[in-house]
């Protein structure tokens, strides 16, 4: 398909920088392809009233890691800073990221970061990596020095949280995005971008839900970087996808198929649990354990075989995201429903209101 069908004009002032306070303040646009007043503006809050008792509300429990590293390599007398973006855990000691600038790595050249991005740290302060790939668009796969708890605890000491572009370049991250850009629940370490639809629930919501009928089951995704990349292809066709490491559990897999083989729905709080699972799940529609990397590219025409309702943010023009949601509601309603969300004034991205929708028929 044609890339620029997924178009559309979003103002700036749009963009939300700070999430709403509390978490489930926010509000959501309700969308019902197939009803004759397919959008509804209301609340997070009003979430268990739109849901039905015996529903499955499916949940990304990965934790996002301070990913961004900034260091020097150094060939000979000359060095130069290079700043490191994370983005898939590869092994015990070794990562792909994204390098800016990359053209100033080279094959087996070292990278030195500390807190500082400098070379004077004591050698215990130190982490080093070397570069064994290159790859398109500044993708790099780098060999630590550390391995294993030693890495996971070195990154955590000189990382910085990665704040989604189109907020770092507003602003910088500070102390609130430490608690702001996780969820509530995150138990698993790995991911570099937050699951965002999750940001918005609280306590007292999942008190509502629990008290409506609606279970609560958990899957992981580790988000990648490569969320944020935008679609350079003209055609969806050329547009390759990072893989991105997922797991549904056994007890997980079947609990849903039970919530499914008794009429109810299954919902996913995220485009990244609606991933995982359509990818953990077969063509006769019942859902796997599931263990392994996933780079699922969902467009219109595809057929979802296990997710009945979405719950996410806004998304970028011209995403992947975006390619998704209207695949799931029909494009032709989508562009309708973001059109609503931005003359309603909803707010835009990882910080901003959410939608609920609802696949069409």
């Known amino acids: 398909m044609d890339v620029g069908l997924f178009d559309f004009d979003l103002p700036e002032d749009r963009i939300a920088l700070r999430p709403a306070s509390p978490r489930d303040a926010a509000r959501l646009l309700v969308v019902r392809p197939d009803s004759a007043r397919p959008f509804a503006d209301l609340g997070i809050r009003d979430l268990p ?15 996002v890691i301070p990913s961004r590293l900034r260091g020097r390599r150094y060939r000979g ?14 092994s015990e000691d070794r990562w792909r990221a994204f390098a800016r600038p990359a053209k100033k790595l080279a094959l087996g050249e070292t990278v030195m970061f500390d807190a500082d991005g400098a070379s004077n740290a004591c050698e215990l302060g130190r982490l080093q990596a070397e570069v064994l790939e290159k790859g398109e ?14 890495l996971d605890e070195a990154i955590a000491r000189l990382g910085e949280l990665p704040l989604p572009p189109y907020i770092a370049g507003k602003r910088p991250a500070d102390p609130a995005d430490a608690r702001d850009y996780q969820t509530s629940y995150a138990r698993h370490e790995g991911a570099v971008a937050a699951p965002t639809a999750g940001l918005h629930f609280t306590p007292e919501l999942f008190a509502g839900l629990e008290a409506r009928g609606i279970s609560r089951h958990f899957v992981t995704l580790h988000v990648g970087a490569g969320t944020f990349l935008p679609v350079k292809a003209e055609d969806t066709d050329e547009h390759r996808m990072h893989a991105e490491w997922g797991t549904v559990s056994a007890e997980t897999a079947a609990a849903l198929n039970a919530v499914k083989a008794r009429g109810g729905r299954i919902v996913a709080a995220g485009t990244t649990s609606l991933r995982l699972l359509e990818s953990a799940t077969g063509e006769d529609g019942a859902i796997r354990p599931f263990s392994g990397d996933t780079a699922i590219f969902i467009t219109p025409g595809y057929r979802f075989r296990a997710v009945d309702v979405l719950m996410t943010n ?4 011209r995403s992947t995201l975006f390619m998704l949601v209207s695949a799931f509601c029909g494009l032709d309603v989508m562009k309708r429903a973001y059109a609503h969300a931005i003359a309603e004034q909803y707010r835009f991205y990882s910080y901003g209101d959410g939608s609920l929708l609802f696949r069409a028929g």
């Not at 009233?49 to 934790?63: F, M």
């Not at 007398?77 to 590869?90: F, N, Q, T």
């Not at 806004?314 to 023009?317: E, G, T």
């Open 49 to 63: 009233s739109l849901l039905q008792p015996g529903d499955a509300l499916v949940l990304n429990d990965t934790r």
């Open 77 to 90: 007398e000359d060095s130069a800073r290079v700043e490191i973006m994370l983005h898939k855990r590869e």
């Open 137 to 150: 668009g500044g993708e790099v796969e780098l060999r630590f020095s550390l391995t294993g708890a030693y």
């Open 314 to 317: 806004f998304h970028l023009p």
